[in-house]
């Protein structure tokens, strides 16, 4: 406890903000501690001040905005890195009111790692942390170890971050299981035994360990396919969670074409009855014991910032096929598109769609 108060006292001392109002943040913090409510499906974000967010035991409102990401840019911790990443990126918008609080720091070789809040969606976790050094480390970072699930594998990881002057670097990892070793609840570890920069590479010691609830989602089971050219899509069950579409699909691929094509790729686009389309990018695929081909393969991809007022959603699954030319040391391919599957948000149902224009993404 007397290491946690020394980092405590150390982290408010760098914020430059007058005394009187330090002062009042940590009494308000220590004595005047709010009431605990149920988390509410309202459009607002709940973001931690930094004294807060170390002693985890108060919590305010503040509306993303680049206001906001100027405040952050000033303090040494990120109360809230989802805020953050929803001022650029809408589709982390819902992840800030339903994550989970983790609030753990661990400090090594001049570098504090704090994990912030986590949100597991049952098909992927999503963890946002805040790195701060001593010295300047610059513009890009990376971790040779990732978070790990007890008892289960990770199938995909990936990581993003943003460089922020005066505070460090705020970042998101996620991270996607394997499908049949998910549960309600994820233990999660990592140690992330080093970190590689532009530069140098930095071993030191930081350990977390921690548990994350499951955002509850039922599952609608699809179990349709579609099938074209040699290549069918087994479009199995979607589960739509308060944070993000979670879609399971699996591609069969026809032996006859392999003799002429070397590798498919078959992947989703949405549309929602508003006019929004939608990436769904897949989180890794699998193959298992009842591949025919090596190129049968298990996907999960997911869908983040589906608008609160869509009430239908639809699918556009299309595969790409590849192949490379040793004579003329280049490479082919072309586009498979396939029936859609058109799916009822309100009554859970679903049906597909014959020959779909697939719509376009629009540039970012």
Not at 66 to 80: C, E, K, R, Y
Not at 342 to 352: F, G, M, W
Request: proline fraction near 4%; hydrophobic fraction near 40%; charge should be negative.
């Amino acid at each position: 406890m007397k290491d946690k108060e020394i980092s405590i006292k150390s982290s408010l001392e760098t914020i430059q903000v007058p005394v009187q109002k330090l002062d009042q943040i940590i009494d308000d913090a220590l004595f005047n501690q709010p009431v605990q409510k149920p988390k509410s499906k309202k459009r607002f974000y709940k973001v931690t001040a930094a004294a807060v967010f170390f002693l985890g035991i108060a919590t305010t409102s503040m509306i993303a905005s680049p206001t906001f990401a100027n405040f952050v840019s000033q303090i040494p911790v990120i109360g809230n890195v989802f805020d953050y990443f929803a001022v650029n990126h809408n589709d982390f918008e819902s992840y800030a009111r339903f994550s989970e609080s983790v609030a753990m720091s661990q400090s090594s070789m001049g570098i504090d790692i704090i994990i912030d809040q986590a949100v597991y969606d049952g098909t992927n976790l999503t963890l946002s942390f805040v790195l701060k050094s001593e010295e300047p480390l610059g513009e890009t970072i990376e971790f040779t170890g990732l978070p790990q699930i007890r008892g289960a594998e990770v199938s995909n990881a990936s990581v993003k971050h943003e460089y922020i002057e005066n505070v460090g670097y705020a970042g998101l990892i996620t991270i996607t299981p394997d499908k049949g070793n998910r549960g309600s609840q994820a233990y999660i570890s990592w140690e992330p035994a080093t970190i590689i920069t532009q530069t140098k590479e930095i071993k030191g010691n930081w350990n977390f360990e921690f548990w994350v609830s499951q955002i509850s989602g039922e599952p609608i089971v699809l179990n349709e396919k579609v099938t074209e050219d040699g290549v069918t899509v087994h479009l199995r069950e979607v589960t739509i969670t308060d944070v993000s579409v979670n879609i399971d699909y699996q591609q069969l691929v026809d032996p006859i074409l392999l003799e002429e094509w070397e590798a498919v790729e078959a992947e989703l686009i949405a549309s929602d009855n508003l006019g929004n389309v939608y990436k769904v990018p897949y989180n890794g695929g699998y193959a298992d014991g009842t591949a025919n081909t090596r190129e049968d393969i298990n996907w999960t991809a997911t869908l983040r910032g589906l608008n609160p007022e869509a009430t239908s959603l639809t699918f556009y699954p299309f595969a790409t096929v590849s192949r490379f030319k040793t004579d003329t040391n280049s490479s082919d391919s072309k586009i498979i598109e396939f029936n859609a599957i058109e799916i009822d948000l309100i009554n859970r149902s679903y049906i597909l769609v014959e020959d779909p224009i697939i719509p376009k993404l629009k540039k970012e």
